[in-house]
């Protein structure tokens, strides 16, 4: 009996700690976008969403997550951006700027690119919010 209690809280205890809700690099070439299924190619571009219980949703541009977002609002844990400043790393949008601009060529087509450290010069940057309106509003 007492070995099946002690076997009981190592189960409890690796399920609560060991199961941890994180991101996960996005693998370009061979991920593909939960929104709009194509292949995430372009390392300057990309987006993840982690929910609260560890699913994670990839997608190729911003423009498939904000959609992605409305139809589907559940507890996130992390929303995660790619910066074009950044290539290929994983930032929260929240300490992202974004860019609309004809000189930006996102993969679907939304002109849309987000930065981190480098701005581009004479372009009105928005928050993570500011951008989910304008997206939603379009």
């Known amino acids: 009996m007492k070995g099946g209690i002690q076997k009981f809280w ?7 700690f060991g199961c941890k809700v994180k991101p996960e690099p996005i693998v370009f070439k061979e991920d593909h976008c939960s929104y709009c299924k194509m292949s995430i190619a372009d390392p300057k571009f990309g987006a993840e969403l982690v929910t609260d219980k560890g699913k994670i949703y990839k997608f190729d541009a911003m423009e498939c997550l904000v ?12 929303i995660m951006g790619i910066a074009l400043d950044q290539p290929g790393e994983l930032i929260s949008v929240d300490r992202l700027h974004f860019v609309v601009s004809e000189q930006i060529n ?20 928005m928050s993570w919010d500011e951008l989910r309106v304008h997206l939603v509003t379009k």
């Open 106 to 125: 996102s993969p679907m087509g939304g002109n849309i690119g987000a930065f981190i450290a480098e701005f581009p010069a004479g372009e009105k940057l």
């Open 67 to 78: 959609p992605y977002m409305e139809e589907n609002p559940a507890p996130y844990a992390f």
């Open 10 to 16: 190592v189960i409890l205890f690796l399920i609560a």
